[in-house]
T-cell receptor, first 115, second 112 residues
Framework: AQKVTQAQTEISVVEKEDVTLDCVYE???????LFWYKQPPSGELVFLIR??????QNEISGRYSWNFQKSTSSFNFTITASQVVDSAVYFC????????????FGSGTKLNVKP | DVKVTQSSRYLVKRTGEKVFLECVQD?????MFWYRQDPGLGLRLIYF???????EKGDIPEGYSVSREKKERFSLILESASTNQTSMYLC???????????FGQGTRLTVV
């Protein structure tokens, strides 16, 4: 079974629209970490955020915000007022206490922001 | 800033060739990883190293081996390249413990 599911394969929006990327995870561990990465066309994955399972506080960083809800096992990512430079593939990932050395990545969501 | 450098952005190799993909990190990280990225499948872990000369198989190690003789360098080896190994290969490094991983720019390998 997939440990991290990103159901949205591809999303297209027009610049300045808000967009939410969904991430649903599955784990039996009570201690775990969740991550979001951005992969622009250049190829390198860029780290965006890390969240631990004991901290459900939502986080905002500029136009980016993250909504972590343990009740629904979701860690969604919202971009407000999207820009063309936000066009990329976004990956959600999970790391569990039983083996923190291992990351489970979702299949990624490709975001296209059109001018 | 952490820098993870992969030796090649693009490679074209012939079936049956032995292929070396090199990765170097400059932050003295203990952990290093090799992932393979394919459309619709996300990133899949090939091998992981938690220290010099130490390695652990990931989810898809078949057809691959690795070498970590120095802390900063982690090499992925395709013993006999096959067309189904055509893919994007990503190297990452991470400080021991629960931290984020830092990725290289990727190597797009084509086996013909």
């Amino acid at each position: 079974a997939q440990k991290v599911t990103q159901a949205q394969t591809e999303i297209s929006v027009v610049e300045k629209e808000d967009v939410t990327l969904d991430c649903v995870y599955e784990t039996r561990d009570t201690t775990y970490y969740l991550f979001w990465y951005k992969q622009p066309p250049s190829g390198e994955l860029v780290f965006l955020i890390r969240r631990n399972s004991f901290d459900e506080q939502n986080e905002i960083s500029g136009r980016y915000s993250w909504n972590f809800q343990k009740s629904t096992s979701s860690f969604n990512f919202t971009i407000t007022a999207s820009q063309v430079v936000d066009s990329a593939v976004y990956f959600c990932a999970l790391s569990e206490a039983r083996n923190f050395n291992k990351f489970y990545f979702g299949s990624g969501t490709k975001l296209n922001v059109k001018p | 800033d952490v820098k993870v450098t992969q030796s090649s952005r693009y490679l074209v190799k012939r079936t049956g060739e032995k292929v070396f993909l090199e990765c170097v990190q400059d932050m003295d990280h203990e952990n290093m990883f090799w992932y393979r990225q394919d459309p619709g499948l996300g990133l899949r872990l090939i091998y992981f190293s938690y220290d010099v000369k130490m390695k652990e198989k990931g989810d898809i190690p078949e057809g691959y081996s690795v070498s970590r003789e120095k802390k900063e360098r982690f090499s992925l080896i395709l013993e006999s390249a096959s067309t189904n190994q055509t893919s994007m290969y990503l190297c990452a490094s991470r400080q021991q413990g629960v931290t984020e991983a830092f990725f290289g720019q990727g190597t797009r390998l084509t086996v013909v």
